[in-house]
T-cell receptor, first 111, second 117 residues
Framework: AQRVTQPEKLLSVFKGAPVELKCNYS??????LFWYVQYSRQRLQLLLR??SRESIKGFTADLNKGETSFHLKKPFAQEEDSAMYYC?????????????FGQGTELSVKP | GAVVSQHPSWVICKSGTSVKIECRSL??????MFWYRQFPKQSLMLMAT?????????EQGVEKDKFLINHASLTLSTLTVTSAHPEDSSFYIC?????????????FGEGSWLTVV
């Protein structure tokens, strides 16, 4: 079965420190991977998708097929980055929506 | 940007009754919507794919007679939890695919809390 694993339930850092949220996936075909963020009392929203190779709010994520990883990184964390972060992959290639999610990592950025 | 709205945001019902949750795409037509379930401090679990004008596709282990899905229009999908039991209490989230968006953009609803007492 396809799986997405986020090993850390909680990641706590100080403002200005680098952040890396880990995500590993089980290999199967051509993965499409995403990072979603859920701020307190708000809906889930897309942060990054691997095919875009973009940087959003200072976050980047690189797909490493050799390590089957898609870790989310930010060089300098801000307090407003505190949220739940979910790594997800598309179950059907190039047909968005049918996603499996990792367990989520709560990022807490302390002042 | 596009918005997906769920109603109600929270609902309490008695055991044995049925409860309906609506998912609407407000400014785009969604031929496909998805329903997820999330237990506290756990991940989202895909329950089913809702297809406009046809039967929903359920994931393994999800009882289709328990969780009835209807997608009667291009902007509305409903999830009905039938004969609800306390173990059905959960956070239910829908998402909708905007086929006109880049890369089949997905938008999530705000979620609906169901408590069965």
């Amino acid at each position: 079965a396809q799986r997405v694993t986020q090993p850390e339930k909680l990641l706590s850092v100080f403002k200005g420190a680098p952040v890396e949220l880990k995500c590993n996936y089980s290999y199967s075909g051509s993965p499409e991977l995403f990072w979603y963020v859920q701020y307190s009392r708000q809906r889930l929203q897309l942060l990054l998708r691997h095919i875009s190779r973009e940087s959003i709010k200072g976050f980047t994520a690189d797909l490493n097929k050799g390590e089957t990883s898609f870790h989310l990184k930010k060089p300098f964390a801000q307090e407003e980055d505190s949220a739940m972060y979910y790594c997800a992959r598309n179950l059907i290639y190039n047909q968005g929506g049918k996603l499996i999610f990792g367990q989520g990592t709560e990022l807490s950025v302390k002042p | 940007g596009a918005v997906v709205s769920q109603h109600p945001s929270w609902v309490i019902c008695k055991s044995g009754t049925s409860v309906k949750i609506e998912c609407r795409s407000l400014d785009f037509q969604a031929t496909t919507m998805f329903w997820y379930r999330q237990f506290p401090k756990q991940s989202l679990m895909l329950m089913a794919t809702s297809n406009e004008g046809s039967k929903a596709t359920y994931e393994q282990g999800v009882e289709k007679d328990k969780f009835l899905i209807n997608h009667a229009s291009l902007t509305l999908s409903t999830l009905t939890v039938t004969s609800a039991h306390p173990e059905d209490s959960s956070f239910y989230i829908c998402s909708a695919r905007d086929p006109t968006g880049a890369g089949n953009t997905i938008y999530f609803g705000e979620g609906s809390w169901l408590t069965v007492v």
